[in-house]
């Protein structure tokens, strides 16, 4: 299981942009390396979905039988 979050002081905004990058490296390193992300939100979720397409058909499947109508969440694959 892997989950972290990178900080900067808010008075800094020019480092955010530079630690942004370095959260999307490091996650893409560490998901090629195996690590697993169990609960992908924010900018995880489309990195782990293309990395395990039927992880992502199996969300799909129970998501449309959770919510045949559609309602919840439009257009997003989770909760």
Same mark, same amino acid.
């Given at each position: 299981?892997?989950? *972290?979050?990178?900080? @900067?002081?808010?008075q800094r &905004? +020019?480092?955010d942009k530079? =630690?942004?990058?370095?959260? &999307? @490296? @490091?996650s893409a /390193?560490?998901? %090629? +390396?195996? @690590?697993? *992300?169990? &609960?992908?939100? !924010?900018?995880? /979720?489309?990195?782990?979905?293309?990395? +395990?397409?039927?992880? /992502? +058909?199996?969300? &799909?499947? =129970? $998501? $449309?039988?959770? %919510?045949?109508?559609? =309602?919840?969440?439009? !257009?997003?694959?989770? *909760?």
């Open positions: 299981h892997c989950e *972290f979050d990178l900080h @900067a002081e808010p &905004r +020019a480092e530079k =630690i942004k990058e370095l959260w &999307r @490296a @490091a /390193a560490l998901m %090629d +390396a195996g @690590a697993l *992300f169990d &609960r992908p939100y !924010g900018e995880w /979720a489309p990195m782990v979905y293309e990395r +395990a397409p039927e992880y /992502a +058909a199996k969300l &799909r499947q =129970i $998501k $449309k039988e959770m %919510d045949p109508q559609g =309602i919840l969440n439009p !257009g997003k694959l989770c *909760f």
